[in-house]
């Protein structure tokens, strides 16, 4: 025993020998129960009929993330090289074990440059808050309504499954703080895509403003964000706007094909608003979507959500979460005006929990 817990010990002095590593991550789960409604017209003989469908379930959120990180690090003239590989697991296994991050980095008096798998310099610049409720209301596809048909039946929900940027392979550089309160970031992909961002913030303001050039669909995406704390009263305001060109594609319709769009837009706004405590946090929020001729099948229309979230930090690392959302839905696709869609409404209801390590 004592000869395994020398080599045990041996082998991590060698390991610090080479850099510092770290073990960091949290786990979180969560259930919800949604009640949804739709309204149908029979496109023969324009009769009405209403649906309603409620469910349960179990870790079937985006919210139920749970992620695992090692890091490390190496000083030597100056400059830290380090290295972070991160991976996120969802139930089910299979692909739901995913890499979110797998980079090295190089950070000085220059800055700091990230090369590899890793966040966009916009990742997160529509999301400035200063409430620990984000953990809840995050981005609209986050709610556990948007996991229900309703995103089906109402294609309204991809635009901006993914707002302000995510992660992806390229080359990003961090400028040195400015002032002590101002960054600027960029970064190149494939397809020789551009990121730019520009954030600014102390312990009572942050901010952010960032601009995404997709070259692969001549995409442009601008956005930012504001946040305040007073005391324990906390507020943001987030935005983002899209304009994709050349998006061609065709929906089915009965006796021949309906051409699809040439250009989408879309906006997107997000409010918060609520108090924040060393224990608690609790927030309204209201999000909406506004689209335009988006995909194939000439989407336009509106999507809403108005909700209220809370969380409790009973220790440092442990955030117990419950929200409760309303939603609204209204399209004007050409697949929906097919099959007599003209809209879907739905209540959710989510708890859950994140402990950090």
Avoid: C
């Avoid at 409604?37 to 139920?64: L, R």
């Avoid at 809370?310 to 697949?335: C, M, Q, W």
Wanted: aromatic share 8%; glycine share 12%; charged share 20%.
């Amino acid at each position: 025993m004592k000869k395994a817990l020398l080599a045990l010990a041996v082998a991590g002095a060698a390991v610090s020998a080479q850099a510092d590593v770290k073990l960091s991550g949290h786990v979180q789960t969560s259930f919800g129960d949604i009640e949804e409604f739709g309204q149908t017209v029979d496109t023969a003989t324009g009769a009405v009929s209403n649906t309603n469908e409620e469910s349960f379930s179990v870790n079937n959120t985006a919210t139920s993330q749970s992620r695992f990180r090692i890091t490390s690090s190496k000083e030597a003239g100056g400059i830290t090289y380090g290295t972070n590989i991160e991976v996120g697991l969802r139930e089910g296994g299979g692909t739901n074990l995913r890499t979110r991050k797998n980079e090295v980095t190089m950070a000085g008096s220059f800055g700091k440059v990230s090369i590899g798998h890793g966040s966009e310099s916009s990742d997160g610049a529509v999301e400035s808050s200063f409430s620990s409720t984000w953990v809840t209301w995050d981005d609209l596809s986050n709610y556990e309504v948007g996991y229900a048909d309703l995103s089906t039946t109402t294609n309204e929900f991809g635009i901006y499954e993914v707002i302000d940027g995510n992660r992806t392979n390229r080359i990003r550089y961090d400028s040195p703080k400015i002032a002590g309160v101002l960054t600027f970031s960029g970064d190149i992909q494939d397809d020789d895509d551009l990121v730019f961002a520009a954030r600014a913030g102390n312990s009572n303001f942050a901010g952010a403003l960032y601009h995404l050039a997709r070259d692969a669909d001549n995409a442009d995406e601008f956005g930012g964000s504001i946040a305040i704390k007073s005391g324990i009263f906390v507020a943001s305001y987030g935005f983002a706007e899209r304009d994709a060109a050349n998006t061609p594609g065709t929906a089915v319709a009965a006796g021949g094909a309906v051409s699809g769009a040439d250009e989408s837009e879309a906006e997107y706004s997000v409010f918060n608003i609520g108090i924040e405590t060393a224990t608690y946090g609790l927030t309204l929020d209201m999000q909406n979507i506004e689209l335009d001729n988006n995909r194939a099948d000439n989407v336009a229309g509106e999507v809403s959500t108005v909700g209220l979230n809370f969380t409790y930090k009973p220790t440092s690392g442990v955030t117990l979460f419950a929200d409760i959302h309303r939603i609204e839905a209204d399209t004007t696709s050409v697949n929906a005006q097919l099959a007599g869609v003209n809209g879907v409404s739905g209540n959710g209801a989510t708890a859950g929990a994140r402990i950090t390590f």
